[in-house]
Nanobody, 126 residues
Framework: QVQLVESGGGVVQPGGTLRLSCALS????????VGWFRQDPGKEREGISC????????FSTDSVKGRFSISRDNAKNMIYLHMNSLKPEDTADYYC???????????????????WGRGTQVTVSS
């Protein structure tokens, strides 16, 4: 069983930055890839950035590549999403999820993610 708790969301102006945090707890955490996903009301959840259990592998979708980066601190059981150059279209609820999947598969297939946090809201608006 894995528990995830997101934090760090808020309201930011276009062009601004935010750092989201995801705290993991549970057993055998080292074997799980963790990803950040986002969802607008009425839309499907999409994977945006995922990281492997050893943080050697990362994957980001084209929509955030070059602006967002994911990092992992296994000593603290924390996953971070560093968001730069935020755009209004980045407004969404952001979730972290965990699963024993490759980073590419995890980001592409949110339906296969085993564990989810409750999410944190990000609003990009002037």
């Amino acid at each position: 069983q894995v528990q995830l708790v997101e934090s760090g969301g808020g309201v930011v102006q276009p062009g601004g930055t935010l750092r989201l945090s995801c705290a993991l707890s549970g057993s055998n955490l080292d074997y799980y890839s963790v990803g950040w996903f986002r969802q607008d009301p009425g839309k499907e959840r999409e994977g945006i950035s995922c990281i492997g259990d050893s943080d050697a592998e990362t994957f980001s979708t084209d929509s955030v590549k070059g602006r967002f980066s994911i990092s992992r601190d296994n000593a603290k059981n924390m996953i971070y999403l560093h968001m730069n150059s935020l755009k209004p279209e980045d407004t969404a609820d952001y979730y972290c999820g965990a699963a024993k999947l490759t980073v590419q598969v995890m980001c592409a297939m949110p339906k296969w993610v085993d564990y989810w946090g409750r999410g944190t809201q990000v609003t990009v608006s002037s």
